[in-house]
């Protein structure tokens, strides 16, 4: 008995410890309709628990929020320009401190930072010539750097692996051929050694669906040593995994649901990600321990469209 009662204190020691880990607030797009009945992006934040959730954009622009370093959210935005021509801004957890980071035009694509706001990788565009290519930015002066330079080529949803030394990316080599999938490719940090990870399945029923991401929203566990991914397939989206190898790839999420957009912890044990219904009308967050499958939903059918979830520290 006394053996039985030690196992379950350190199971539940362990469960404790396992939640304290759990990052405090959680930052998600939610699509609400402004006094003239058109709709655009705001940027919503929660607590972990799904609690206290609230507008901390509060602007008519298509605000989406993409990542979190250091309790500061990057989103990219359209304010101050024309429609859906956006750059990349930053505020803090409250909504305060609004910042233009670049004046780099951004095509609508995840991004990533390196060793902690070092430099930030995005997909970005110059005039209408230069598009879907790969920029280094730095989030201090705002200054850029093309990396990739293939005008032919889409290069989007760029991520840096952990050590920083190498980007995983998607690609499609003629961004003008939507016949073909794009695929998760991998690259040393200065854009050599480019090499294909994905495969999507040749005969699969999503293939020729215009709609569906093939591969995209990139995210680097942090600690276990893969690269997650959306994709389409079989006639839903869900979460699937390849190592940075390109030797194995495999289905992540198994909800019985869509899944899409996701951010890990950075502790690699905790997965946010939002949710659909079948019919793709209502989208919840959704939080999932990795290590055990316990899942959890987070938001209420108060709002429809409830996407993109962000872990912030």
Not at 27 to 40: I, L, P, R, T
Request: charged fraction near 20%; hydrophobic fraction near 35%; glycine fraction near 6%.
């Amino acid at each position: 008995m006394k053996k039985w009662i030690l196992l379950l204190s350190a199971i539940a020691l362990y469960c404790l410890k396992s939640y304290s880990q759990l990052p405090p607030l959680i930052a998600y797009n939610v699509a609400v309709k402004g006094a003239d009945g058109k709709s655009n992006y705001e940027v919503f934040i929660m607590n972990s628990d799904g609690s206290n959730r609230r507008n901390i954009s509060n602007s008519p622009d298509v605000a989406w929020i993409y990542t979190a370093s250091k309790n500061t959210l990057y989103f990219i935005s359209d304010r101050d320009s024309c429609y859906r021509c956006f750059f990349l801004y930053s505020m803090d957890a409250n909504g305060k401190g609004l910042k233009k980071v670049s004046n780099l035009q951004l095509e609508d694509s995840y991004m990533g930072s390196r060793n902690s706001d070092g430099q930030w990788i995005v997909s970005g565009r110059i005039g209408t010539s230069i598009r879907y290519q790969l920029f280094l930015i730095d989030p201090k002066t705002g200054n850029f750097q093309q990396l990739t330079k293939d005008s032919a080529a889409m290069f989007r949803d760029p991520v840096f692996s952990p050590d920083g030394k190498k980007i995983a990316f998607v690609y499609r080599k003629n961004k003008r051929d939507r016949q073909t999938p794009e695929e998760v490719y991998i690259m040393n940090f200065d854009g050599t050694e480019m090499k294909q990870l994905s495969h999507y399945p040749e005969n699969d029923i999503s293939k020729n669906d215009p709609g569906g991401f093939k591969a995209g929203a990139l995210r680097w566990h942090p600690t276990d040593n893969f690269i997650s991914f959306i994709s389409i397939q079989g006639g839903s989206h869900h979460i699937y995994a390849v190592t940075p190898t390109g030797d194995r790839q495999w289905q992540l999420t198994t909800t019985g649901k869509a899944e899409g957009w996701h951010d890990w912890s950075a502790d690699g044990n905790w997965l946010v990600f939002d949710q659909s219904t079948d019919n793709e009308t209502q989208y919840h967050i959704m939080l999932m321990n990795y290590r055990n499958s316990d899942l959890k939903q987070l938001t209420d059918n108060t709002q429809k469209y409830q996407q993109s979830p962000v872990f912030i520290y």
